[in-house]
């Protein structure tokens, strides 16, 4: 794998990262404090942020916050001044054209997910709060686990109801932070729910935060032009042939991925000449790592140990699972025991070797 | 009639996980203390460091504190965490700061770790602190990522040990934040933080690891694969890596690990003194992370493990990778791994190298 090399960016990526700069200037900044269950302190975590920021000087309002009467949130909010909700509305809006008059520097705004009355601007909180962002305000808010979109069936399943609320996950992601507020299962307000439903919310809810993580990591990475892989999760590629015992080796490959929050890659050979029967089982093959959600990637070339490593580099690689040399295999249209030239020739990766399907 | 439930008389261990310093987690800690200690409990601090940080030395306010103990080493005097007098004052829940810390020689105990050992056997309740980049198996990765070698370790069984595992998150530019306006850290020692460890890809790669360990410790699933996961220790230095990964690997698996050498003669008494000391002290190493070691008959290397592997009914053999010999046929680490994996026809082998720190 490269270590540290720093490419002399083009021109045009130039351009496109000093015009990518610049649009985040005028933008406001957003800021989301993610809980897996009702009670873990989410509100109090964003109060407490106003509460520091607004000690250092900065200019913070309260636009919106779920109902506190007494405890250390309440002794927090009264610190702040608040926008009242948009009048001549059943329900709670935010005043948009309120806020964007008083113009602060940072908007705190609970309860990202919830729905706004009949009659709004927006039908949904996040899309006001998306509106304050584009008008340079930044915002401070928080978001159950619960209510993004893209995880409500995982989590309806674990949970065992459904709730109508939901936030895209894109909008997450471009998050410029997301702090995860964690607790005990016992520190939540969730009676009906069992511990280990809770854990199971829990271990999703910080998986979404390490992978926004990533996501920013990489983006940090690419923006400053180093070409590095920090290899913080495990990345699996999984290279099959018609005589691999693929659902044995894809199978693994998922189930590792899965329990190290890693990513599966399924790369196979292209390969001319192919009998009947080869292209059956490939076909096979290439079905069952489409069903465990691998990336596919097809191979072509010469020298296959290069391509293969080519592939591992690219992609920052953390294991390669291949199948044993075999006379029956492809492995052996190159000149000498590929699977020991896959061993000497990668760096700073795994090799896990499997045995092939016994040849009938 | 049922099995009657044995009492518990061990006390319970939770652990306030960070990824850095100056991310809250002794604020965190004592914030559990006071309110523990208001909700009727007998609360001590058997040990805090208080870096100067005002608002964190604030926290203590009440809480009663136990002296630490002075230790005379080499002309100098050094304080220690006090483990006799906690145990003999006895309180319900005792706060220890910097789990991973080492013990100036002539303590009673090596590692801080093995105090709160000490306290937990008695019944104590222990609520401590540490960073992702102390746990063992991590070791090698965290190096990969900052170029530091971390030596001041905890066995990863001791996070599986604890009851309660919570994180403590921020962002990494909110942390540089903190480093910069004085909070952390004096201003020489944040400049030469700053110089260090504290940058933002760092310090986001290892928020991400922090955040996928919390996932993976608080995940409510049980193992279904029953696989079992020998490592093949020897003098080289590679051993240590090759261990940390196998039982990482089988952490996630939930999979049984075991460890083997085998000597070319009996016993390891005539081995040359240095190699003999380095495979005791990774046997040593191993069974620190409650590996199950075994010393093989001597005899042919690969024949002996592969059969072993065999009547143990192991599913995965872990082997470092030989370091790139000049001429393959003639090298005997390369010729151990080629003939490992084709004795192991019906058993997995998995060929682990060696993760090169990124350097910059």
């Keep these: ?360 | 009639m049922p099995p009657i439930e044995p009492i518990r008389t061990e006390g319970r261990l939770k652990i306030v996980l960070g990824y850095a310093a100056g991310v809250g987690k002794t604020f965190r800690m004592l914030d559990e203390g006071q309110r523990l200690a208001s909700a009727g409990h007998d609360v001590v601090i058997g040990y805090f460091e208080p870096h100067g940080r005002q608002d964190t030395i604030a926290r203590t306010e009440g809480l009663e504190t136990i002296p630490r103990r002075r230790i005379a080493y080499r002309e100098r005097t050094f304080e220690e965490m006090d483990t006799d007098a906690i145990l003999a004052r006895h309180p319900e829940i005792c706060l220890v700061d910097e789990f991973p810390h080492t013990n100036v020689p002539g303590s009673a105990r090596a590692k801080r770790w093995e105090d709160v050992m000490a306290l937990l056997a008695a019944g104590i309740d222990v609520l401590t602190t540490m960073n992702i980049q102390h746990l063992e198996s991590l070791n090698d990765q965290v190096r990969e990522i900052s170029g530091v070698q971390v030596r001041e370790t905890i066995p990863d069984w001791i996070l599986k040990r604890a009851d309660e595992i919570v994180l403590v998150d921020l962002t990494p530019g909110a942390l540089l934040n903190r480093l910069d306006r004085g909070v952390v850290y004096a201003p020489a020692k944040a400049q030469l933080a700053k110089e260090n460890f504290f940058k933002e890809p760092i310090l986001a790669a290892l928020r991400e690891m922090a955040l996928r360990q919390t996932a993976h410790e608080v995940d409510p699933r049980q193992s279904m694969d029953h696989e079992r996961i020998l490592i093949h220790v020897t003098h080289a230095p590679s051993a240590a890596g090759l261990i940390r990964r196998g039982r990482r690997v089988a952490d996630y698996l939930h999979a049984e690990c075991f460890a083997v050498c085998v000597p070319p003669e009996p016993g390891l008494n005539h081995l040359p003194a240095g190699e003999r000391e380095a495979l005791e002290r990774h046997l040593d190493f191993a069974r620190k992370l409650h590996i199950e070691t075994r010393i093989l008959d001597a005899g042919d290397p690969a024949d002996a493990l592969v059969a072993f592997a065999r009547t143990n009914a192991i599913t995965q053999i872990f082997l470092a990778k030989p370091k790139r010999p000049r001429f393959p046929p003639l090298s005997a680490g390369y010729q151990f791994v080629r003939k490992v994996i084709r004795l192991a026809l019906d058993i997995q082998v998995t060929v682990v190298a060696e993760r090169p720190p990124h350097a910059y």
Excluded at chain 1, 124 to 130: A, I
Excluded at chain 1, 298 to 310: M, N, S, T, Y
């Design chain 1, 1 to 360: 794998m490269s270590h540290s090399e720093r490419r002399k960016p083009t021109p045009e990526e130039l351009l496109r990262r000093v015009e990518a700069e610049e649009s985040q200037q005028r933008r406001g900044r957003l800021k989301v404090f993610l809980g897996y269950a009702s009670g873990v302190g989410k509100s109090f975590r964003m109060l407490d942020e106003g509460r520091r920021r607004k000690m250092r000087g900065q200019d913070v309002v309260v636009a919106a916050v779920q109902p506190v009467s007494s405890g250390p949130a309440a002794e927090l909010l009264e610190a702040f001044e608040v926008v009242p909700a948009g009048a001549g509305l059943p329900g709670v809006a935010l005043d948009l054209p309120a806020i964007r008059q008083r113009r602060p520097a940072i908007c705190l705004i609970d309860g990202l997910a919830y729905r706004n009355p009949p009659g709004s601007l927006n039908e949904r909180r996040w899309q006001d709060v998306e509106n304050l962002l584009a008008s340079g305000i930044s915002v401070i808010t928080t978001v159950n686990l619960q209510y993004i979109r893209e995880k409500q069936p995982i989590v309806e399943a674990i949970r065992g109801k459904a709730v109508a609320d939901s936030v895209p996950e894109s909008f997450l992601l471009q998050a410029d932070e997301i702090e995860v507020v964690d607790a005990p299962p016992e520190s939540c307000d969730e009676s009906g729910s069992l511990s280990g439903q809770l854990s199971a919310l829990r271990e999703i809810a910080l998986v979404l935060a390490a992978e926004v993580v990533d996501a920013q990591l990489i983006n940090y990475l690419k923006r400053h032009g180093i070409e590095q892989s920090y290899g913080t999760q495990e990345r699996i590629l999984v290279c099959i042939t018609p005589r691999s015992n693929a659902d044995l080796m894809i199978g693994s490959g998922r189930r590792q991925a899965d329990r190290f929050h890693g990513d599966l890659f399924v790369a196979y050979v292209e390969q001319p000449d192919l009998s009947p029967a080869d292209r059956a089982t490939l076909d096979r093959n290439l079905a069952t790592a489409r069903q465990a959600s691998a990336h596919l990637a097809i191979l072509h070339g010469e020298d296959l140990v290069a391509a293969i490593l080519r592939l591992a580099a690219q992609e920052g690689i953390t294991q390669i699972f291949v199948g044993h040399s075999q006379r029956t295999g492809f492995w052996d249209r190159i000149r000498a025991n590929p699977v020991e030239r896959l061993i000497l020739d990668s760096t700073g990766l795994d090799i896990r070797i499997f045995p092939q399907q016994p040849v009938p």
